[in-house]
């Protein structure tokens, strides 16, 4: 077995897990600030909390052991546009919650038989093909051209590595004043401390996180076949898959195509293991409108974005770059902005 293919198939096996997870717990960004904000149920939010530190921890104990080169990944680039990052985040987390879910939570649902997860997965797919190489790619690529600037420390370890710390001291202080924060802000919650569930959730999300990293960077690295190294994201990778699907010949499978095929096949795997597949579908026009309208906007978003809720929120952040965090909380806003206040998306009856 080459190298490409034992990336392929460990991207297969992540995304098997993820989606068996996926589904058993309800792992998603979109739900968990609906439970926080409008339910008053913070648990799931911890949970995400967790992942986010657990990967943050996984991820740079790796790259400070030099056995990943996170430099290598989309996240930290010398030149970035926050504004468009921003944006990106804002319509992403908008269209999360017109959608009721992600694209990861869209892959994991039309596992268990959900129809409205189809529309949104072909229709954020085209979205974000067209953002990234069709019509709306020429407006996407002024705009970052007339916003983005050049930073010499463009994470926190780098921002404290010139207050004249060292490399390896910058990346452990930086890592560990965001893990303990967030860990903190998990377990004090006392719900959460008894939701054995969710804590594990947390902690395997994260973990799969740094797997990925340690596949494409470490498991994946070849001088004579390089392949890029990346980790869990869904908006580039459900469009390249459907766009294999569709016209495979002239095609290569790639870690994020395989990981997309593993989480829908784990979430129906598991569907059917436990007795949970069932057909679900659209409860009017109105609703199929809105659903379409925010698979839309996460796909253009997304791609805005270099990710999703998990391709910034987790992956991204891992890596600690100042990007992942201003994408991060355009999402958090925009999701907000869809659950509350003046924007407030109002419920739909689902049948």
């Known amino acids: 077995?080459?190298?490409?293919?034992?990336?392929?198939l460990a991207g297969l096996v992540i995304g098997l897990v993820y989606g068996a997870i996926g589904l058993l717990?309800?792992?998603c960004l979109m739900s968990s600030m609906r439970g926080w904000l409008a339910e008053g149920d913070g648990r799931l939010v911890r949970t995400y909390a967790l992942a986010i530190a657990v990967a943050i921890a996984a991820s740079q104990f790796l790259a400070g052991n030099g056995m990943v080169d996170l430099g290598k990944s989309i996240y930290l680039q010398q030149s970035f546009s926050a504004p468009v990052l921003f944006l990106g985040g804002l319509l992403f987390g908008y269209g999360m919650v017109l959608s009721n879910g992600c694209?990861?939570?869209?892959?994991v649902l039309l596992g268990r038989g959900n129809l409205r997860s189809f529309v949104v997965v072909i229709v954020l797919a085209i979205a974000a093909q067209m953002t990234l190489k069709g019509l709306i790619a020429p407006a996407r690529i002024a705009l970052v051209?007339?916003?983005?600037?050049?930073v010499s420390p463009n994470s926190l370890p780098s921002m404290l590595a010139t207050l004249g710390s060292g490399e390896a001291v910058s990346r452990a202080l930086a890592a560990?004043?965001?893990v303990v924060a967030l860990t903190h802000f998990a377990f004090a919650h006392p719900e959460f401390r008894r939701s054995l569930g969710q804590i594990a959730t947390g902690v395997i999300v994260g973990l799969l996180v740094a797997a990925g990293w340690l596949v494409t960077g470490y498991l994946g690295a070849d001088d004579f076949n390089p392949i890029p190294v990346t980790s869990l994201t869904f908006i580039a990778p459900i469009a390249d898959a459907l766009q294999y699907a569709m016209l495979s010949t002239g095609l290569t499978l790639?870690?994020?195509?395989?990981?997309?095929?593993?989480?829908?096949a784990g979430s129906l795997v598991t569907a059917l293991a436990t007795g949970r597949f069932h057909f679900e579908g659209y409860s009017s026009p109105r609703h199929m409108l809105r659903s379409a309208g925010g698979a839309a906007l996460m796909g253009i978003g997304g791609v805005m974005a270099f990710g999703c809720s998990i391709g910034q929120g987790l992956t991204g952040v891992s890596t600690l770059a100042l990007g992942s965090f201003v994408a991060l909380a355009g999402i958090l806003l925009g999701t907000a902005a869809g659950l509350r206040g003046?924007?407030?998306?109002?419920?739909?009856a689902v049948a």
Do not use: E
């Open 176 to 178: 560990a004043i965001i």
């Open 103 to 107: 694209g990861s939570r869209a892959l």
């Open 342 to 348: 003046v924007l407030r998306v109002q419920p739909l």
């Open 145 to 150: 051209q007339a916003s983005q600037t050049t």
């Open 25 to 27: 717990s309800g792992f």
């Open 254 to 264: 790639n870690f994020g195509i395989a990981t997309v095929a593993g989480v829908f």
């Open 1 to 8: 077995m080459d190298t490409t293919q034992l990336v392929i």
